[in-house]
Structures are given as C-alpha cells and as structure tokens.
C-alpha cells in the first residue's frame, strides 16, 4: 500500500500536463495564473515523490523511470503551452531552444542503443536545470519576459544535458539515479560513493 503514495503524486504530475494544455488551448491568455500554480504543484510532486519512495523503501527503478519519463512529459506541456500563449518569445529563441530539444532526443536514443533503455539519471545538474526552468517559465507565463532567467536556463540546459550524455556513455550498465558524470565514472571503476538522499 505505502508505494502507492509516491506512484499517486507522479500520477498526479502526469495528469496535470493534458490538464494544463487543455487549459492554454481553452482560456488562452486567462490561464496563464492557473498554469503556473499547476507548474508550483507539479514541482512539489516532483520533489516529494522521491523523498516519499525512499522513505518508504519502496523507491525502484520502474517507479524512477515513470518518474524521469513523467517529467519530460510535464515540462514539455509547459513548453507547449508557452509557445501557444507566446508564439514570438518562443520564435525569437527558437535555435536555443532546438539545441536542448536536439540535445534531450540525443540522450533517449544514445541511451536506448547502449541499453535497450531510455535514460534515467536523475542527476544533480538535471535537477538544478529544472530549478532553473521554473524561474524561466515563471517569468515568461507571468510577466511576458524572457531575459536573464531564460539564457540561465538554457545555458545549464546545454550542461545538464552533455552531463546526461557522459554518464550513459561512461556507464559500462543501464542504471538510475547517478548524480553526475564522474560518479559515472566512479561506478565503471567499481569505487563506491555516498549518495544524497536528497538528490538521488
């Protein structure tokens, strides 16, 4: 029973990115407030789910790989909705913006020829992107601004994703939860490290 409280919160988040494009495409530029309380309630999701699981002793790597795979999908129905909201911001940056969605295509398909799986490191820098990206978001739903926060997170966009890119290529076996390239590293040397419960 107690795993159903970290599944039920990524349910949740997965449930919110149809909701908030169904949102965007009825209310248009009214949604804007609602779509980003939802962003709010799916970070908080994001964050509770892992620490829940592994409180519970029920995390594993089929609930982390719904959990990566749900946030790729929730992150890209707010970059949806963006666009649909704000169709010249978006244009404006639209080679930035291509070379993460390049750049996150790259990861599932190094990781699917090396593995047979899709990637799903959770690491520290992906996590500091996400951070990033909700500030990003939050000033172009809520104030019509790209700016500072934007070119921040698409610069640790381009970083977190070579991060990703380095430990599937380091990794000598599909796992999750690696925290940066050079635990990666460490892993193919078979040296063990302490994890942040936090983080991983």
Known sequence: MKKYIPISLIVFRLILAP???LLVYYLRDKSRISVLILMYFGLISDIL???IAR?????SSNLRRFDSQTDMIFWLSIGISTWILYPNLIQCNLISISIILILEV???IISIIKFRKETCTHAFLSKMWGLTLL????????????GFP?????????????????ITLILPSW???????YHAY????GLNFKRNSLFN
């Not at 460490?186 to 040397?189: E, G, N, P, S, Y």
């Open 19 to 21: 909701t908030i494009l």
């Open 49 to 51: 789910d892992g620490i």
């Open 55 to 59: 409180r519970l002793h029920v995390s």
């Open 106 to 108: 790259l990861c599932y």
């Open 135 to 146: 500030v990003a978001f939050t000033s172009l739903l809520g104030f019509n601004h790209a």
């Open 150 to 166: 934007f070119i921040l997170a698409i610069i640790l966009g381009v970083i977190s994703h070579i991060d990703r890119i380095l």
């Open 175 to 181: 796992t999750h939860d690696i925290p940066s390239f």
């Open 186 to 189: 460490l892993i193919r040397k």
